[in-house]
């Protein structure tokens, strides 16, 4: 597969044409970083979002267990990752906790 441009200044990023919604990404996410939202368009009902960009360390699982090719991470030449937070761990738990479900306020 080629290689795929970074958009600037973004850790993570998916192409919605080929994400199936299956949420192996976000089950897989240590840091809370990936979530499902509501998307009625979708086979599933649900998209992958990225609500903690911020957070994600650069591990590459999401990207790895993709199943469709969907979800990309940066190069950790390309951008500085973030350190895996107690803050991250919670969010991540809580996101599985609510069937991998973006958190209401």
């Known amino acids: 597969m080629a290689h795929m441009e970074a958009p600037e200044n973004t ?26 939202r509501p998307e009625p368009s979708s086979t ?6 990225i609500i903690e960009p911020d957070s ?12 469709d090719f969907a979800i990309y991470v940066a190069e950790k030449s390309e951008y500085k990752f973030a350190k895996l937070t107690d803050e991250a761990k919670k969010r991540a738990q809580a996101i599985k906790d609510n069937n991998y479900r973006i958190l209401s306020a």
């Open 11 to 36: 850790p993570v990023w998916v192409d919605e044409d080929r994400c199936k919604a299956c949420d192996i990404c976000v089950s897989v996410c240590p840091a809370g970083v990936l979530a499902m």
């Open 44 to 49: 599933l009902g649900a998209m992958v979002e």
């Open 56 to 67: 994600c360390i650069g591990c590459n699982d999401c990207e790895l267990n993709c199943p």
